[in-house]
C-alpha cells in the first residue's frame, strides 16, 4: 500500500494541483485543502543523464503521470517503468517518486 503524494485541492471548485497554487486557474478561488493521490499513469519518460558540475550522476528517470483524480505531476522513477504503467506513488521529504504496482 502507498502513502501516496501530497496535493492541493481548490475548495470551491475541487481542482487538483501539484505543487500548490496561490490561485485556482479554474475558478480563482484561493482556498485549498490538502489531499492524496496514491497512483497514476506515466505518460512520459525523461532521462537526466548530465546535470554541469556533477561528475558522479547516476542516471535518472523522470515520469510526467496522469493521476487518478488529481493533477498530472513529474516525479522520480525508481525502476524500469515506461509509459501507460499504472505507478504507485509515494513521497521521500517532499520529493514525488513512483514506482510500478507490485505483480498480485
Ligand atoms: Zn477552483
Same mark, same amino acid.
Given at each position: 500500500?502507498?502513502?501516496g503524494?501530497g496535493?492541493?485541492r +481548490?475548495k470551491? +471548485?475541487?481542482?487538483a494541483?501539484f &505543487?500548490?497554487? *496561490? =490561485?485556482?486557474?479554474r +475558478?480563482?478561488?484561493h482556498?485549498f485543502? &490538502?489531499d492524496?493521490v496514491?497512483e497514476g !499513469? !506515466?505518460?512520459?519518460i525523461t532521462?537526466?543523464r548530465?546535470v =554541469?558540475?556533477?561528475t558522479a550522476?547516476? @542516471?535518472?528517470?523522470l515520469?510526467? !503521470?496522469?493521476t !487518478?483524480?488529481? &493533477?498530472?505531476m513529474?516525479?522520480g *522513477?525508481?525502476d524500469e517503468s515506461? @509509459?501507460?504503467t =499504472?505507478?504507485d =506513488?509515494?513521497?521521500e521529504g517532499? /520529493?514525488?517518486?513512483? /514506482?510500478?504496482?507490485?505483480? @498480485?
Amino acid at each position: 500500500m502507498s502513502d501516496g503524494v501530497g496535493i492541493w485541492r +481548490c475548495k470551491a +471548485c475541487g481542482a487538483a494541483y501539484f &505543487p500548490e497554487r *496561490l =490561485l485556482c486557474s479554474r +475558478c480563482h478561488g484561493h482556498e485549498f485543502a &490538502p489531499d492524496r493521490v496514491a497512483e497514476g !499513469v !506515466v505518460e512520459e519518460i525523461t532521462v537526466i543523464r548530465h546535470v =554541469l558540475g556533477q561528475t558522479a550522476w547516476q @542516471p535518472r528517470r523522470l515520469a510526467n !503521470v496522469r493521476t !487518478v483524480n488529481g &493533477p498530472r505531476m513529474t516525479v522520480g *522513477l525508481r525502476d524500469e517503468s515506461e @509509459p501507460g504503467t =499504472l505507478i504507485d =506513488l509515494f513521497q521521500e521529504g517532499n /520529493a514525488p517518486f513512483g /514506482a510500478a504496482k507490485a505483480a @498480485p
